[in-house]
Each structure stands twice: as C-alpha cells, then as structure tokens.
Nanobody, 128 residues
Framework: QAYLREFGGGVVQTGGSLRLSCSASLGAFESYSVGWFRQAPGKGREFVAAITRRGGATYYSDSVEGRFTISRDDAKASAYLQMNGLNPEDTALYYC?????????????????????WGQGTQVTVSS
C-alpha cells in the first residue's frame, strides 16, 4: 500500500533551521514529482516547494524562495525540505505529496488537487 511519511518537525527559534524528510512507499519513486505544502492554523493549505521527477527542476513559493531548499534521494525513496531563516509565519503543519508522471504544466505542481498521495504531516513551530 502506498504511503508517505514526514519526519523532522519540531520547535525552533526565529532564525533557526529544520530539515524535513519525506519517506515514500511508492513503486518507482523516481518517476514521481514531490511537493511540500503547509497549513497554518485557521488557513488553507498552501504550496511551499516542488521538485520534478529525477530532480529535473525545482519550484518555490515567493514566501520561502531563498530560504528553503527542496531535494530528493531516489535511491532512498525520500525527499527533503531544508528550511533556514525560519520565522513565526512559517509555523504550520507541513505535508509532502507525490504525483506520478511528467509532461504536465509546471503550474500544476502548485495545486494540491493534482497530488493523489499525501503524508499525515509534521508540525513546525517557530517561536519569536
């Protein structure tokens, strides 16, 4: 059965760093694009970053560009989100998600509805 599991959340002070991991149980993980999304209390889920299959391209929301880095290790069926320069506005439940295939518009990577596989989320709390 396919599943995704996130690790690495926690509490950190403003300016600190965290590295989130996403472990996948999916056949041919290298054929999936991976997205990271987050949901803050009282808000909808928003796109954070995405990496295409085999790491061909990466995309970031404006709010995390330059601070967060998405990467993947297909041999370990894992993806990562390195988060630096954290601030209280980054406090949220962070999810990883996967979608299979290629040839789709990059804009669709920003849409949570395009991802059929999701983890349960890991909480990131940034204190001021």
């Amino acid at each position: 059965q396919a599943y995704l599991r996130e690790f690495g959340g926690g509490v950190v002070q403003t300016g600190g760093s965290l590295r989130l991991s996403c472990s996948a149980s999916l056949g041919a993980f290298e054929s999936y694009s991976v997205g990271w999304f987050r949901q803050a209390p009282g808000k909808g889920r928003e796109f954070v970053a995405a990496i295409t299959r085999r790491g061909g391209a990466t995309y970031y929301s404006d709010s995390v560009e330059g601070r967060f880095t998405i990467s993947r290790d297909d041999a370990k069926a894992s993806a990562y989100l390195q988060m630096n320069g954290l601030n209280p506005e980054d406090t949220a439940l962070y999810y990883c998600a996967c979608r299979y295939g290629s040839g789709f518009s990059p804009q669709t990577l920003f849409d949570e509805n395009e991802y059929p596989y999701w983890g349960q989320g890991t909480q990131v709390t940034v204190s001021s």
